[in-house]
């Protein structure tokens, strides 16, 4: 799908510059202010984080598919909420295979978050600018970090499901091939293996880690994992299992932000094989142990990484809107 019409441009103009970077999609300068709705609306954050604190009271899942949106909006058409598009034809974003998975909770966060803020000040606060907020409220209401988001991002005019793939990190990648797509938005090997960290508190169906209990060529269970661990995988997860099954992703704390997930590496507790190598690889090795040693270390690396991860993509002036309607171009 896609919108072309009027640019949004009044609020946006009004803001306080902090920061300036290019948009890789939108292909002009794009500034962004933790202050940007300073004098347009005063206390948009903490609406959203009414909001969010509900939500996750009702439903713990609402921290990990909100997190996961916010990743897998910005690393296809930048941060910019195009993920949260719905298309009657089925050929938004949302409706690209390697977005299926999404939980709904994350998008209804969002939906909710926006229809609060539009009461306090209509037409002014993006969707995109809700999600990064969202997610890093999630995080902090998980025992996680709280960093301060940079805001002035519009809404995306394009969200194209066939514009998606090979975009986002897939479970079965390398160090090598899952580094070349983070540098590609201009993220280090160590923000990479910060972001990953995300996993502490995720999870994920079945189907997108059985190849490595029941299809390796010649038989037998991926010998990367720890064997007690893979019987219970194979017990939550025997072959021809049902595609909404899931399993934490941190079989250790799963409802905290912490770093157990690192040293779950150590242990051959990594649930994709793209996590497990971020610990058999040498170029991603150091991080993981550090972050496993030295909580304080991850979440400090985890906060610049999602700063960072936030200027992807940036949208302004004609490239951009403040949708009315969060799944709905203007």
């Given amino acids: 799908m896609e919108r ?15 920061v300036a970077m290019a948009a890789a999609a939108g292909g002009e300068a794009a500034r962004l202010s933790p202050e ?14 009414s909001v969010v604190a509900r939500k996750v009271k009702e439903t713990f899942v609402t921290v990990p598919a ?60 993006s969707c995109a600018d809700i999600l990064a907020i969202a997610a890093r409220d999630v995080v902090a209401m998980s025992s996680g970090p709280r960093w301060t988001v940079e805001l002035g991002r519009l809404d995306g005019l394009v969200s194209k499901s066939g514009g998606v793939a090979g975009k986002l990190p ?19 090997v160590l923000d990479m293996v910060a972001l990953s960290g995300a996993h502490t508190v995720g999870f994920a169906h079945c189907t997108r880690f059985a190849g490595r209990l029941y299809g390796r060529v010649g038989g037998g269970v991926d010998p990367s994992y720890d ?26 704390t799963p409802a905290a932000f912490d770093n157990a997930y690192y040293a779950n ?12 190598e971020l610990y058999a690889d040498a170029a991603s090795r150091p991080a993981v142990t550090g972050f496993a040693k030295n909580q304080t270390l991850f979440f400090e690396a985890f906060k610049e990484a999602m700063v960072k991860l936030g200027r992807v993509g940036v949208k302004s002036g004609k490239h951009g809107e403040i949708r009315r309607d969060c799944t709905a171009f203007n």
Avoid: W
Avoid at 170 to 188: C, E
């Fill in 4 to 18: 072309r019409g009027s640019p949004y441009g009044v609020a946006a103009a009004a803001a306080v510059v902090v």
């Fill in 36 to 49: 940007h709705y300073r004098s347009t609306c005063p206390g948009v954050e903490s609406v959203v984080r």
């Fill in 66 to 125: 909100t997190l996961r949106l916010f990743f897998h909006d910005c690393f296809v058409e930048g941060c910019d909420a195009s993920v949260m598009i719905a298309s009657r034809g089925n050929d938004a974003e949302k409706d690209s295979p390697d977005n299926l998975s999404l939980a709904g909770d994350g998008f209804d966060t969002v939906v909710r978050a926006k229809a609060a803020v539009e009461k306090k000040c209509p037409g002014v606060v």
């Fill in 170 to 188: 897939g479970p079965d990648m390398r160090v090598k091939d899952l580094a070349a797509i983070f540098a590609k938005n201009n993220l280090t």
């Fill in 227 to 252: 064997p007690a661990y893979a019987r219970q995988l194979m017990a939550a997860c025997p072959r021809d299992v049902a595609p909404t099954i899931a399993v934490n992703m941190d079989p250790i």
């Fill in 265 to 276: 590496l150590a242990g051959g507790l990594g649930l994709f094989t793209s996590d497990q």
